[in-house]
């Protein structure tokens, strides 16, 4: 059962970069990090345009002279302050996730950053380099990672429930641009924009998600991949709307993955299904409360969040904040996550080596391997959807 007990000895001073106003995440940022006053929001450059974010920066509570007109001013000036922040969001568009999250580790900060991690892949391996020389955190926020039940199905394939991985099936297929709606939205635009979102819009932008996850809930690595792309409303060339991989894992299991933003219809469709050699296991962001168990031979079964016959919930840091039967959800998930982070920048504080052995979170290594999962496809589809080895 989740302990809301305090356990740290004082609340990090948090801030943002991005995450403006009508942003579409960083209200999720915000509401997650402030859910169990393990982080205080003191500090941010929240919007490109410097006026607009000072507006909503003092109107969601900060003090005037602490929202900054840009990442470069609120790192300088808060590193001046005795009371200046000690980590970070990053919440813009990702082709700028880089050089801020360079940025923010330079000024000796912890670093919470959004997916994909950066454009390149010797950008993501720099970074994770300069985390470890300054002895701080760099998370990448795939925040699907903190439901319970997909913490149960990692816990179930570890322990031999479905037996050896055979396959797995990812998808994240939604219908939200299924015509050119980047045409009325900034939020989309910047998306189909390959200097802003990089070569990819749709794998990056959704397919790492649940890709991420298949590899958090069975700890198996790509070999090689195979990706066919295409780019149904035409004007959003050379990025994908559309794309389908199929893996190869080490040792032997198969694997493939649909990201779309053209599923009509589709609200997410985000699903991970690990078929073993006895069992299979599916979870669906849209009903996350539930696991489908599915044993050869047996009547199908649905696992309930908040259950007596679950593994032992982490008691480091329990997903199960209300018994079952309450449905939890997206918030809870990020909040499940942002308090693995408060723990693990803790940590770092002090030394505590053994403790972050031991403690998961969607760390740097994560974002290494979407950012190379992305630029393998793009390899893979432009060369005429030919195998690519993944390293
Ligand atoms: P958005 O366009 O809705 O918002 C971006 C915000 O960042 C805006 O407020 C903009 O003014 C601000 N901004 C841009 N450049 C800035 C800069 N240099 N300094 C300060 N502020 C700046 O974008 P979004 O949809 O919120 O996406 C932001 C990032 O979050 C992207 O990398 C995206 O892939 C990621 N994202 C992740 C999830 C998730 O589930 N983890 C969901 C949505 C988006």
Redesign the pocket.
């Known amino acids: 059962m989740f302990n809301e007990e305090f356990q740290l000895d004082a609340p990090i001073r948090w801030g943002m ?4 106003r009508g ?4 209200y999720s940022h915000r509401a997650a990090a402030q859910r169990d006053r393990l982080f205080t929001f003191v500090a941010a ?5 410097a006026e607009r974010g000072r507006d909503f920066g003092t109107k969601l509570g900060l003090a005037p002279e602490r929202c900054y007109p ?2 470069k001013t609120l790192f300088e000036e808060e590193a001046k302050r005795e009371d200046g922040i000690q980590a970070v969001s990053i ?4 082709s ?2 880089y050089e801020i999250a360079k940025a923010a580790l330079e000024a000796g900060l912890h670093v919470i950053c ?3 991690a950066t454009i390149h892949v010797e950008d993501a391996l720099e970074l994770k380099a300069l985390a470890e020389k300054q002895n701080k955190m760099l998370a990448v ?3 699907y990672t903190g439901f319970q039940m997909v913490h149960q199905a990692r816990e179930m394939v570890r322990r031999g429930d479905i037996g050896a991985v055979r396959v797995i099936q990812m998808s994240f297929a939604h219908g939200f641009h299924n015509t050119e709606i980047e045409k009325n939205s ?2 989309a635009k ?1 998306r189909m924009n390959p200097e802003v979102s990089g070569p990819s819009f749709i794998i990056g ?1 959704c397919g790492t998600h649940p890709f991420y996850m298949a590899g958090m809930i069975t700890g198996l690595k790509v070999k090689s991949l195979m990706c066919s792309r295409q780019s149904f409303i035409e004007s959003r060339a050379p990025l994908e709307d559309n794309a389908h991989v199929v893996f190869q894992f080490e040792g032997g299991a198969v694997g493939t993955l649909w990201a779309s933003a053209i599923n009509s219809g589709s609200m997410h469709q985000q699903k991970v299904r690990i078929v073993g050699e006895k069992a299979s296991l599916e979870w669906w962001d849209e009903y996350p409360n539930q696991l489908r168990y599915e044993v050869q031979g047996e009547p199908v079964r649905i696992l309930e969040r908040g259950m007596g016959y679950l593994h032992n919930d982490d008691p480091g840091v329990s997903a199960n904040r209300q018994g079952g039967g309450h449905a939890e959800g997206f918030f809870e998930s990020w909040a499940n996550l942002y308090h693995r982070y408060a723990l693990a920048i803790d940590a770092y504080n002090r030394n505590d080596k053994a403790f972050l052995e031991s403690h998961w979170y969607p760390d740097i290594d994560g974002g290494i391997d979407g950012v190379k999962m992305v630029n393998a496809c793009v390899k893979s589809a432009d060369n005429g959807s030919v195998w690519v080895d993944y390293d």
Request: no cysteine; aromatic share 10%.
């Open positions: 970069v991005g995450g403006g942003s579409e995440i960083g450059a929240l919007d490109l345009d840009d990442y919440a813009t568009p990702n700028t996730h959004e997916k994909p926020m795939y925040g900034p939020g910047w932008d």
